[in-house]
């Protein structure tokens, strides 16, 4: 099976490895992989690559229409021969899938009989964007909505939430199906060096609990809920220690620095910005704290459960379904009712916790594993190629 990709960018992101993720498990199917990102490399880039996997760059810029791009964009898809054309993202979305169309057109007059090219998008976000919200996004998601019955053969979101909100947002629901992300158990799992480690590179002793967030310094992912919810818990442990990581999460970072100042918390947190090892930083979490107002279906949180690691979450997206009764849920934008939760969490002893820890590991091996998201996956593809978009859903109790 071949497979071209067309994604708005290879930053660090959930979409951007779950990617990554199922090409790599896909090529022990012998899938072929070519990845389109309209805008840049980046890390997610070099790490596809690694992989064998051509990656190119499209070169887009925010603001201006580039009709010579989307024909470029067309002469590869062509020239490549797909099988399956996915597109990841609202940008890449419409971007790429009128691209698809187009090229199955060609393809299908230069070759009588050529295999029809199966055309899915892919929805990583819980909220469906107003235009309120964002102008651009806004009105790109409008017009995916407008043309989603018309595009693609198949419409995956990563969440029953992401789900239901695009199709009150004017998505097709005869098109949609949820496929969840899977995790690499392999890569993210318990480290016993990584406790020690983790402390001696930020000059903490090794009886130092520590609670960890990772993700970008964004209005969604809610640091000044994380902020104020750990000023409660340093008044009560003033032992703990905490470390951030993602971009802009670094000193330079003014914002974010007063709200550390005025929560009375700089001196025992670690800011650490964007890091691409996170399978040797998770394990040396106590705790491990997802505070946004949205999700769709956190990837850092099922790689911290799978590092064996207890997790506090808001309630946001699927997290609840991922997390189970493994860990508490709380609700967003309530910093009290997250500092309850990271108490209950740190108060625990050594053993509860190490316990909480293996049963969410177990979690994610039985229900969330990449293999099982990669079948999914295949099924969609093949129902895409014959253009049945009406298939059943992936279910998960």
Not at 73 to 89: H, R
Not at 350 to 356: I, K, P
Not at 371 to 377: D, K, N, P, R
């Amino acid at each position: 099976m071949r497979i071209l990709h067309i994604i708005s960018g290879l930053g660090v992101g959930g979409a951007e490895t779950l990617l990554y993720r199922l090409i790599r498990e896909s090529q022990v199917d012998g899938a072929e992989h070519l990845v389109v990102s309209l805008s840049s490399l980046d890390i997610m880039g070099d790490r596809i690559r690694a992989l064998g996997v051509e990656v190119r760059v499209l070169g887009m810029r925010r603001g201006a229409p580039q009709p010579l791009l989307l024909w470029r964009m067309i002469n590869w898809i062509v020239a490549f021969k797909p099988d399956i054309v996915q597109t990841w993202m609202y940008h890449a979305d419409l971007f790429g899938g009128i691209a698809a169309l187009v090229a199955r057109q060609i393809l299908a007059r230069r070759e009588k009989g050529a295999n029809r090219i199966g055309l899915l998008w892919a929805i990583h976000q819980t909220e469906f964007p107003t235009v309120g919200a964002g102008p651009k996004l806004g009105l790109v998601a409008k017009c995916c909505a407008m043309v989603s019955a018309k595009i693609p053969d198949l419409i995956v979101c990563c969440a029953d939430s992401a789900k239901a909100n695009h199709i009150r947002g004017g998505y097709c629901a005869e098109r949609m199906q949820v496929i969840r992300n899977g995790f690499d158990i392999d890569l993210f799992r318990p480290l016993e060096s990584a406790r020690t480690r983790l402390r001696e590179s930020i000059g903490v002793d090794e009886e130092t609990p520590i609670v960890g967030i990772v993700g970008r310094y964004h209005a969604v992912k809610d640091y000044g809920n994380f902020v104020a919810a750990i000023g409660r818990v340093h008044r009560k442990l003033p032992k703990c220690h905490y470390v951030m990581i993602g971009q802009d999460l670094d000193w330079n970072n003014r914002a974010l620095h007063d709200l550390l100042e005025e929560a009375g918390v700089s001196g025992a947190c670690h800011l650490l910005g964007p890091r691409d090892d996170l399978q040797l930083l998770l394990p040396g979490f106590d705790v491990f704290c997802l505070s946004s107002r949205s999700e769709g279906f956190p990837t850092v949180v099922g790689e911290a459960m799978a590092c064996g690691v207890p997790c506090v979450a808001t309630d946001v997206g699927d997290t609840a379904l991922l997390v189970g009764n493994l860990g508490p849920i709380v609700p967003r934008e309530n910093s009290e009712a997250l500092a309850t939760g990271l108490l209950s969490l740190l108060t625990l002893s050594t053993d509860e916790q190490r316990n909480l820890g293996e049963l969410a590991r177990q979690r994610i091996r039985s229900l969330f594993s990449i293999e099982s998201t990669w079948q999914q996956y295949k099924q969609a593809y093949g129902a895409a190629q014959k253009g049945a978009w009406q298939c059943a859903e992936s279910r998960v109790s």
